[in-house]
């Protein structure tokens, strides 16, 4: 690619300075050879909307004016004009008849067109997003003229000379006449071979570029009628052999002129429209990169909402979590009711029955506590385990939005990810045609310019040759702007990628920021959960470790004093 | 004359910028994928999160109130 690049701004150099130097001196008097008449109608902005409401399509910009057609809710017309308040509509499907409506009746389809010229009707405030909270920006004087680039949530996106951001559609006032791009291409191709007389070899070249404005502003009628005779020979042979190593046409070594002057008029007419071809391409580029950046927009927007909502479950489950940490398990003593019961050797029957019906109240006490606790502890476990459940079921309901979330995050990703590559695909193939285009333009002018510096240092002698060369002079000039701006054009198509790339590349950060947050949260919480579950277990297992051993011990106490109460009754028998 | 420099100056830039990589373009594209990665990943963790929970709860459940009857 690079290589071929290069190649051609060699050639196209070595063209131009080659093409610069006149080789002979044109005669005054040529003969007229073939005349060939080129009409192209150029770049027709479309703007289209469909109705509001029912509503009246009026001869003319007025209520009062004759009702010609009815427009149903949601028709769609073309707009063709404007007057005050009122849009010049026609139906898209032609049908009915052409008329006014009253503007607030149409909403315009923003979609068709990357922008339209708009300005505000008060003060506006500019936002940062599409939204009445966010923060301001910039304030901006009524009547300030504006790009509009989009419509969000009943705010226009807008771009003026030094800011940018988004405003109040009911504030501002869309211009339909001022659209920016999408444009319609006819061509009318009209061949009229003229009297073919001379084979005198000089040239002549007169040019006539008429422009029309048609009813509708930005539309534009070009019609250019270029009349040419022959060519100087050197140039329209170096012209002819390198306009055919781009086309990949045959040369035929020792052949007449490879090019004769109808095939370079047919060159700089197939320029024209391989231009005009190039300069849609603009509109690809931007569309993909548009619609890659409201992809983009419309997930970061989803996944905000759907982490936000995420977030609330978290937090449900984080505090229950917290809550199933804190409770803890009471301790009971086991040892403390067996010392106090009493074994004491007793001098008499009777206190010794006094004493034993004691101890085994104080026993059936200690049986009904820990009967008690054991209830509690009952409880208290199915209380955790619902609690649990209610985790899980957050849980649940975070997994099923993720799974929402990364499914449409892989779709939205995936039409980012190839709209870009589309728009740099389509920025691509629009380099070798435009590389090309560039050159034989340059060719071509270089030709031009070869003449016209040879016509004007014939000046003394044919004054009148060097007046007919003004004409062709403007045409030069003309073809200059054109080029420049075809080429500035795709400059700016480099530079559309690239700022739409940036934001949407601080787009994906932001996003993968929040889904960073989402991650660390469910972390937060599942280590929540083990953490209790382990410290449960721990209190659990000391809780039954101490309650054994108090048993044990309490055990081998009662042993003892129950045999030191046998052997004294014993006696006491 | 002064167009005529603008014009190869332009087509110069637009060479310049033929050859040149669309870096912001490249970044975006990844940024994309690591978004497709990070959803992918916070599915997958998600997931993890309801496991471990469920386990904890069928912990909880078999540490049956019998094993505190002393």
């Known amino acids: 690619m690079r290589l071929r690049l290069l190649c051609c701004l060699l050639i196209s150099a070595s063209l131009l300075f080659s093409g610069c130097i006149p080789t002979k001196k044109p005669s005054p008097h040529d003969s007229v050879q073939p005349q060939v008449q080129t009409q192209s109608v150029i770049i027709a902005p479309i703007v289209t909307g469909a109705s509001v409401f029912k509503s009246n399509v009026r001869a003319q910009a007025s209520s009062k004016s004759k009702i010609v057609d009815v427009l149903q809710k949601g028709s769609q017309v073309e707009i063709i004009g404007k007057h005050k308040n009122w849009y010049q509509v026609r139906r898209t499907d032609n ?29 506006v405030s500019i936002h940062n997003a599409p939204s009445a909270t966010s923060a301001t920006v910039l304030k901006i004087k009524p009547s300030t003229t504006f790009d509009i680039l989009g419509v969000e949530s009943n705010f226009y996106k807008i771009k003026g000379d030094h800011f940018e951001g988004y405003v109040i559609a009911d504030l501002c006032v869309a211009d339909p006449s001022s659209p920016i791009a999408k444009t319609k291409i006819v061509n009318v191709k009209d061949c009229t071979p003229v009297n073919k007389t001379s084979s005198l070899k000089s040239s002549t070249t007169t040019a006539k570029t008429t422009t029309k404005s048609s009813y509708y502003k930005p539309s534009k009628k070009k019609v250019t009628t270029t009349k040419k005779h022959s060519g100087s020979d050197s140039a329209l042979n170096l012209f002819g052999a390198f306009a055919s190593a781009f086309t990949g046409g045959s040369i035929k070594k020792g052949a007449a002129p490879a090019q004769n002057s109808d095939d370079a008029l047919k060159e700089i007419i197939g320029s024209i429209n391989t231009s ?4 849609k391409t603009t509109i690809a580029i931007r569309e993909q990169m548009l619609t890659s950046l409201n992809e983009t927009r419309a997930l970061q927007s989803l996944i905000g909402k759907t982490v936000s909502a995420m977030n609330q479950n978290f937090k449900t489950a984080s505090d229950t979590a917290r809550g199933i940490s804190s409770t803890g398990m009471k301790k009971i003593s086991i040892k403390a009711f067996i010392n106090d019961l009493s074994y004491e050797p007793t001098t008499s029957i009777e206190s010794a029955s006094v004493k034993i019906a004691e101890n085994g109240r104080m026993l059936k006490n200690l049986a009904t506590q820990i009967k008690t606790e054991a209830d509690s502890f009952s409880k208290l476990n199915a209380n955790q385990i619902q609690n649990m459940d209610s985790i899980i079921r957050d849980f649940s309901n975070n997994i099923h939005a993720s799974n929402a979330m990364y499914d449409f995050s892989i779709n939205k990703s995936n039409k980012v990810i190839l709209g870009i590559d589309r728009a740099i695909m389509a920025f691509e193939e629009k380099a070798g045609p435009l590389t090309v285009e560039a050159s034989k333009q340059l060719g071509i002018l270089a030709i031009s310019a070869s003449q016209l510096v040879a016509q004007l240092s014939n000046v003394q002698s044919n004054p009148f040759a060097a007046l ?4 062709r002079i403007m045409e030069i000039q003309e073809q200059v702007t054109d080029l420049t701006s075809l080429l500035s054009d795709f400059n700016e198509d480099y530079e559309y990628i690239e700022k739409n790339s940036s934001i949407i590349s601080k787009q994906g950060m932001d996003i993968n920021s929040i889904l960073m947050t989402a991650r660390r949260k469910n972390t937060q919480v599942t280590t929540m959960l ?6 449960k277990l721990k209190l659990s297992e000391r809780l039954q470790n101490t309650y054994a051993k108090q048993a044990e011990e309490g055990f081998k106490v009662i042993e003892k004093k129950a045999e030191s109460v046998a052997l004294a009754e014993d006696a006491l028998d | 004359m002064k167009k005529f420099k603008l014009l190869i100056l332009c087509f110069a830039a ?3 910028i033929a050859s040149c990589s669309f870096k912001n373009a490249e970044t975006a594209q990844n940024s994309m994928r690591e978004v497709n990665h990070s959803a992918e990943d916070l599915r997958e963790d998600s997931e993890a999160s309801k496991k471990t929970s469920e386990e904890l709860k069928k912990h909880e459940q078999s540490e049956s109130v019998e094993t505190h009857k002393w």
């Open chain 1, 276 to 279: 005009k071809e190039l300069a």
């Open chain 1, 530 to 535: 083990e953490s209790y579950y382990a410290k």
């Open chain 1, 95 to 123: 049908k009915g008849s052409s008329g006014y409506v009253f503007h607030k009746l149409i909403h315009l389809d923003f979609e068709n067109y990357l922008g339209t010229k708009g300005r505000n009707k008060d003060f």
């Open chain 2, 14 to 16: 637009m060479l310049l």
């Open chain 1, 468 to 471: 007919s060369a003004i004409p």
